[in-house]
């Protein structure tokens, strides 16, 4: 009677233990903007991304810099200088197969099956393919299966000495999300290499120019943008994420967008920084077989192109759930702006004061005007020619104010032109104490201070308030034109006509304190550090970019009919007052929470 009972309970927890086997199912690299491989000959997947994401911001927190994406040990240069994309520099597109391919490998898992089970799995066919032999094997199996359709797998668990019990059959249905990114240097990520200018090879330093994801166009995957794509094909395992950005620093709504563009780094200054560091050009795709007037196709084209699906005729295309757009500050010359904050400062006086003030709010006025003008016209061409089912339009992050606490905040700048100057020969002595390269300083513990805060405190001796309050009345007019046109505009087809604003201008820290360029723990990129990370990009005489702020009266170049002062593209270090590492972490916090919630609730094809 004993044995009855034993074996009677034994057979009851063998039946609950596969009630308890479940099976479930993933999809395997769900980040696509990256490619088969990595610098490693190991496939990259969001998983590594994230987790090296995670790495930058604590190491970067515990050293107090920000440290690139691909840490400096590489022995090579050339096709391992990066993260592997799907990106071609030589034909300025995406690989086909990182948009067009209509099937995912996904993984499916079994849960709560005991030792000594044997299982088997079978993938019903559909339509037109060929069934698939039945495997034998409890580990994990990958199958490749279509986008947005209903693939079965029946799986049977045999306990041993038992008889096959068939579990619910899995339902595979992966889907794609496609986010597409239009815009500035805000959205390519300037200032944030994947690889500072420095390798060790061959038991020494050797210098290399900045490694981008797209070297014109200083695209990084560093950006808000592809971190927010990143951490959402991370967060949700049934659905991969295809992010293709043509984000290019430097670009306007025309130049850039809607007109053809010579690129940050046009084809001389990328030839002559190779060139100059003793590196064959041979190794940077960017500037092959190129002439050196060469242009970069209009964004939007350079997309409609690649969402085109049956060739030529474009009779079918894909269409981006996501549309981010980061463009203006170069419309309206922010960086003009900022270089004549910075080198001239306003008369003394209260009356001359605002009289400055004045000047140069109404040599703005006409310039937003234009901005809005533009907007019009670019909210026309994304209807007509990229259809998205949403749109992001991108706020500036406000760069002129700092919070010494909770709730006080301080523009940038002295308040008065005795203020700091007495602080300015201790903060330029303090440059003798940190290498060039950021290399340890030497000294007191108050030196090495000194000197890692010179690089911000440089703008409170350079800038005065009056200079801050003005930045901010720019950046904050520069916004109402996105705001206004976010909400005016048709930039799609209904329901979601309208485009939504990423509220960034106000962006604050966890601990509520902003981030200014003049705060300690700054969000922005200063010269010293935009140096570390870049160096110079040597003159470019032969090309020439608008100065929009110019006229007759101080254009050092040439007036044209367009009415605009044309300048070679001169020697300038890039990514001064761009967000770094941490402001593009925070920024894509916020354009992540909102990618989730509309993406929840996806709109019809």
């Keep these: 009677m004993r044995t009855i009972f034993v074996s009677l309970i034994i057979g009851l927890l063998a039946c ?4 308890a086997q479940t099976a479930d199912w993933e999809i395997l690299y769900r980040f696509r903007p990256l490619g088969r491989s990595g610098v490693d000959g190991k496939p990259l997947d969001q998983n590594r991304y994230v987790a090296r994401i995670n790495e930058i911001r604590d190491q970067s927190t515990r050293e107090k810099r920000a440290v690139p994406l691909v840490e400096a040990n590489l022995q090579t240069i050339g096709s391992e200088r990066n993260w592997t994309t799907s990106w071609e520099e030589r034909q300025q597109q995406y690989q086909s197969f990182g948009l067009r391919e209509r099937t995912r490998t996904v993984r499916v898992s079994l849960q709560g099956v005991p030792s000594k089970t044997g299982c088997s799995w079978k993938r019903i066919a559909g339509p037109g393919e060929p ?9 994990p ?20 000495g038992g008889v096959p019990k068939p579990l619910p059959i899995v339902k595979v249905q992966p889907r794609d999300v496609l986010i597409a990114m239009l815009g500035d240097s805000y959205g390519s990520g300037e200032g944030n290499p994947h690889l500072t200018t420095l390798v060790p090879r061959q038991n020494a330093q050797t210098q290399y120019p900045a490694i981008w994801w797209d070297t014109r166009c200083h695209r990084s995957l560093l950006s808000s943008a592809a971190q927010a794509a990143g951490f959402l094909a991370y967060s949700n395992k049934k659905q991969s994420v295809t992010f293709i950005s043509y984000a290019c620093s430097g670009a306007e709504i025309q130049e850039g967008i809607l007109k053809e563009f010579a690129g940050r780094q046009t084809v001389p200054q990328t030839k002559a920084m190779w060139q100059g560091m003793e590196q064959p050009t041979d190794d940077l795709d960017a500037v092959a077989g190129r002439g050196d007037r060469d242009k970069l196709k209009p964004q939007i084209d350079a997309l409609n192109e690649a969402l085109c699906i049956a060739g030529g005729s474009c009779s079918t295309k894909l269409r981006p759930d996501i549309l981010l757009i980061a463009v203006g500050g170069n419309d309206i010359a922010f960086g003009e702006i900022g270089r004549d904050l910075l080198l001239k400062n306003p008369p003394p006086g209260e009356d001359a004061r605002d009289a400055w003030r004045e000047q140069k709010k109404g040599q703005l006025k006409p310039i937003f005007e234009e901005l809005d003008k533009r907007f019009v016209l670019l909210a026309q061409a994304v209807r007509e020619k990229i259809h998205p089912k949403r749109v ?4 500036y992050v406000d760069p002129s104010q700092y919070s010494i606490a909770k709730n006080q905040d301080r523009f940038c700048g002295r308040e008065s032109d005795q203020e700091n100057l007495g602080r300015y020969g201790r903060f330029s002595s303090g440059l003798k104490t940190t290498s060039y390269r950021g290399a340890p300083a030497p000294g007191s513990t108050e030196q090495r201070r000194e000197a890692a805060a010179r690089n911000y405190s440089l703008y409170n ?5 009056d200079e801050g309050e003005f930045a901010n009345w720019t950046v904050q007019n520069l916004n109402d034109s996105i705001r206004y046109a976010g909400k005016n505009l048709a930039w799609t087809n209904e329901p979601f006509s309208a485009a939504k604003v990423l509220k960034l201008q106000n962006l604050k820290g966890p601990d509520d304190l902003r981030r200014g360029i003049c705060a300690r723990n700054s969000w922005f990129l200063g010269l010293i550090e935009s140096w570390q990370r870049q160096d110079w990009i040597p003159e470019d005489k032969i090309n020439a970019y608008p100065l929009i702020l110019a006229t007759a009266a101080n254009c050092s170049g040439e007036m044209r009919d367009d009415g605009k002062c044309w300048v070679p593209a001169g020697p300038v270090t890039s990514g001064v007052l761009h967000p770094n590492f941490f402001g593009h972490y925070n920024v894509g916090k916020v354009v992540l929470d909102e990618l989730k919630k509309d993406l929840a609730t996806p709109p019809s094809p």
């Design 16 to 19: 609950d233990a596969a009630l």
């Design 131 to 139: 069934e698939e032999p039945v495997r034998h094997s409890c580990d």
């Design 141 to 160: 199996q990958k199958f490749v299966v279509p986008l947005d359709t209903v693939t079965e797998v029946k799986i049977e668990v045999t306990p041993k």
């Design 392 to 395: 992001y339009l991108y706020e």
């Design 461 to 465: 001796i350079l800038l005065t308030q």
